[in-house]
């Protein structure tokens, strides 16, 4: 028991330090504007890279459920800018369809 936690807590310090280094090292530095907006959109690049692949392989034999909840999800983000909103809510518009239609 005891092993596991140091495996855990080495663990921890290893994905803590890159995160921590370019903190300390950037943060003092100005950013160019263009590169600032550059990196404001690679969030988003990297969340629908990484989900939008699995969204088509999720509910194979409903493909309804699969485009009512990319378009709820992509609706609501260029509506209302929230993306946990806009995850909630097609998750919700997806398990609607595969209950009721």
């Known amino acids: 028991m005891k092993s ?3 495996i855990i807590l080495g663990m921890a310090v290893v994905t803590f330090i ?3 280094l370019p903190f300390i ?3 003092k ?3 160019h504007p263009t590169l600032k907006r550059f990196l404001n959109y690679i ?3 990297t969340l629908g890279a990484l989900i939008l692949p699995g969204v088509f392989n999720a509910i194979p034999n409903q493909p309804k459920a699969v485009w009512a909840g990319i378009v709820t999800a992509v609706f609501l983000s260029w509506w209302k800018g929230n993306i946990i909103l806009s995850v909630l809510a097609s998750v919700g518009i997806s398990f609607l369809m595969i209950q009721y239609f």
Request: proline share 13%.
């Open 29 to 31: 530095k100005e950013i």
């Open 18 to 20: 890159p995160r921590l």
């Open 25 to 27: 090292f950037i943060s």
């Open 4 to 6: 596991y936690f140091f």
């Open 43 to 45: 969030p988003y690049a």
